[in-house]
């Protein structure tokens, strides 16, 4: 997850719940592994109630992405920030307030701004505001020319005018997969180019980038790009003409090139779109007879049994249950997965993102998870059911975390949904 801590520009986090992890951040901008909700980036005074813990920390993290186009961790990616640009870089150097409203269909602000515009009517006068993102539109007086075939790089031509400061979304082909739902994960393709200077932006489609995976609607990226999906079928080509106010603002990109007043174009091809909610398919397989044994339990958290008598392993193991089709994981790529987990000790479970309906994401080899996943997710393929039997060496070593005991062995079950 990324999708690094929540800075000042996330729309959700306010510190970094990685700091709770036992030993300190792991790897610099990590995510935490488990954390307690109640928790926002220091550890919280001792509590007498028993408060819900979950294994992945549901504070939304600063996307990344092999491909560079989020805020890539240092050297991944060569092609740097672009589409997946949180808003904590678009306010770099600046001190306006956060702005969640970014799509005609939301009223959302973040609470804490609500609340100073509420207390403090003269602050809020006394402060720059953001220009507010256009309506959305499927036409303007003048568009760019889109040409080549869905799922090959775009030839995008520029009008000689310059654009008027439309916001066009517009569906140049049509798919026909399944209708894109906000908050899906999505895997797009595109190309871009500055309207205003003519210049060609780097693409997904250039040697050597990827994909990008991103959750449509969720604020995570640019309106350009968050706006550009939900609605539409998978397997279209969507035309996007972003102002400014869609894009990078009033700070502009100077990595890119782009200036604070460019209108960007996307041709935008939607490759897939992965329900929250879903799981991999396939027949299941047993895992080894020394292994924790996994009933498959549909959308529902899978039922594992410890097997008695059996020591825990000192190293890890893993087991593969359904064999994916889709392409190896790499390291320093964004994954999507659902996951069940619980103590080889007794048995007991400890978090599911099924229970909460809402598959996670997380960058590969970075740090953000602990290593047993790391090193046993990496090298599976897209579509796969893997087994996790992480020791304490790979976990949280001697230290307790929430309901985890100190030297705990845990034993995980993984759908790997996707990964760009």
Same mark, same amino acid.
């Given at each position: 997850?990324?999708?690094?801590?929540?800075?000042?520009?996330?729309?959700?986090?306010? /510190?970094?719940?990685?700091?709770?992890?036992?030993?300190?951040?792991?790897?610099?901008?990590?995510?935490?592994?488990? #954390?307690?909700?109640?928790?926002?980036?220091?550890?919280?005074?001792?509590?007498?109630?028993?408060?819900?813990?979950?294994?992945? /920390?549901?504070?939304?993290?600063?996307?990344?992405?092999?491909?560079? !186009?989020?805020?890539?961790?240092?050297? *991944?990616?060569?092609?740097?920030?672009?589409?997946?640009?949180?808003?904590?870089? @678009?306010?770099?150097?600046?001190?306006?307030?956060?702005?969640?409203?970014?799509?005609?269909? /939301?009223?959302?602000?973040?609470?804490?701004?609500?609340?100073?515009?509420?207390?403090?009517?003269?602050?809020?006068?006394?402060?720059?505001?953001?220009?507010?993102?256009?309506?959305?539109?499927?036409?303007?007086? $003048?568009?760019?020319?889109?040409?080549?075939?869905?799922?090959?790089?775009?030839?995008?031509?520029?009008?000689?005018?310059?654009?008027?400061?439309?916001? *066009?979304?517009?569906?140049?082909?049509?798919?026909?997969?399944?209708? $894109? +739902?906000?908050?899906?994960?999505?895997?797009?393709? !595109?190309?871009?180019?500055?309207?205003?200077?003519?210049?060609?932006?780097?693409?997904?489609?250039?040697?050597?980038?990827?994909?990008? @995976?991103?959750?449509?609607?969720?604020?995570?990226?640019?309106?350009?790009?968050?706006?550009?999906?939900?609605?539409? +079928? $998978?397997?279209?080509?969507?035309? *996007? #003409?972003?102002?400014?106010?869609?894009?990078?603002?009033?700070?502009?990109?100077? &990595?890119?090139? #782009?200036?604070?007043?460019?209108?960007?174009?996307?041709?935008?091809?939607?490759?897939?779109?992965?329900?929250?909610?879903?799981?991999?398919?396939?027949?299941?397989?047993?895992?080894?007879?020394?292994?924790? &044994? *996994?009933?498959?339990?549909?959308?529902?958290?899978?039922?594992?049994?410890?097997?008695?008598?059996?020591?825990?392993?000192?190293? @890890?193991?893993?087991?593969?249950?359904? +064999?994916?089709?889709?392409?190896?994981?790499?390291?320093?790529?964004? $994954?999507?997965? &659902? !996951?069940?987990?619980?103590?080889?000790?007794?048995?007991?479970?400890?978090?599911?993102?099924?229970?909460?309906?809402?598959?996670?994401?997380?960058?590969?080899?970075?740090?953000?998870?602990?290593?047993?996943?790391?090193?046993?997710?990496?090298?599976?393929?897209?579509?796969?059911?893997?087994?996790?039997?992480?020791?304490?060496?790979?976990?949280?070593?001697?230290?307790?975390?929430?309901?985890?005991?100190?030297?705990?062995? @845990?034993?995980?079950?993984?759908?790997?949904?996707?990964?760009?």
């Amino acid at each position: 997850m990324s999708e690094n801590a929540p800075g000042p520009g996330d729309p959700r986090g306010t /510190s970094d719940p990685a700091a709770l992890r036992p030993g300190g951040v792991m790897g610099g901008t990590g995510e935490s592994i488990v #954390v307690r909700k109640a928790e926002t980036g220091r550890r919280a005074a001792p509590s007498t109630e028993e408060e819900p813990e979950v294994f992945a /920390s549901t504070v939304r993290r600063k996307p990344q992405s092999e491909a560079g !186009y989020d805020e890539a961790p240092p050297g *991944v990616g060569r092609l740097g920030v672009i589409l997946g640009t949180v808003l904590a870089v @678009l306010l770099v150097g600046s001190g306006v307030t956060l702005w969640l409203a970014n799509r005609p269909d /939301s009223g959302d602000v973040a609470p804490a701004a609500a609340a100073d515009s509420a207390q403090s009517p003269s602050a809020e006068a006394s402060e720059p505001t953001e220009p507010t993102v256009p309506p959305i539109k499927d036409t303007a007086a $003048v568009l760019p020319k889109v040409s080549g075939a869905v799922g090959t790089k775009a030839r995008i031509e520029v009008p000689k005018e310059q654009a008027d400061g439309t916001f *066009v979304v517009k569906t140049l082909t049509e798919g026909d997969g399944p209708v $894109v +739902k906000k908050n899906d994960w999505v895997t797009v393709d !595109y190309t871009a180019k500055d309207w205003t200077t003519g210049k060609d932006i780097p693409s997904s489609y250039d040697k050597g980038a990827k994909p990008q @995976l991103f959750q449509a609607g969720a604020g995570e990226l640019i309106a350009a790009l968050d706006s550009s999906v939900a609605g539409r +079928k $998978v397997g279209s080509r969507v035309l *996007v #003409v972003a102002p400014p106010e869609a894009a990078f603002r009033e700070q502009g990109n100077s &990595q890119l090139g #782009v200036g604070a007043k460019d209108t960007l174009v996307f041709a935008v091809d939607i490759v897939r779109a992965t329900d929250p909610t879903a799981i991999v398919s396939g027949t299941p397989t047993d895992a080894p007879a020394d292994l924790p &044994q *996994v009933k498959d339990n549909g959308k529902k958290a899978a039922e594992i049994t410890v097997p008695k008598g059996v020591a825990a392993p000192k190293a @890890l193991k893993s087991a593969v249950l359904i +064999k994916g089709k889709g392409p190896k994981v790499e390291s320093g790529q964004k $994954v999507v997965v &659902q !996951y069940t987990g619980l103590l080889y000790s007794n048995g007991k479970k400890f978090d599911s993102s099924l229970d909460r309906g809402s598959a996670f994401s997380f960058v590969t080899g970075g740090g953000q998870v602990i290593e047993g996943w790391d090193k046993g997710l990496v090298g599976q393929t897209v579509g796969s059911r893997v087994e996790l039997v992480i020791p304490p060496s790979l976990g949280y070593k001697d230290q307790a975390q929430g309901s985890i005991p100190a030297n705990s062995t @845990l034993v995980f079950v993984v759908d790997i949904l996707d990964a760009g």
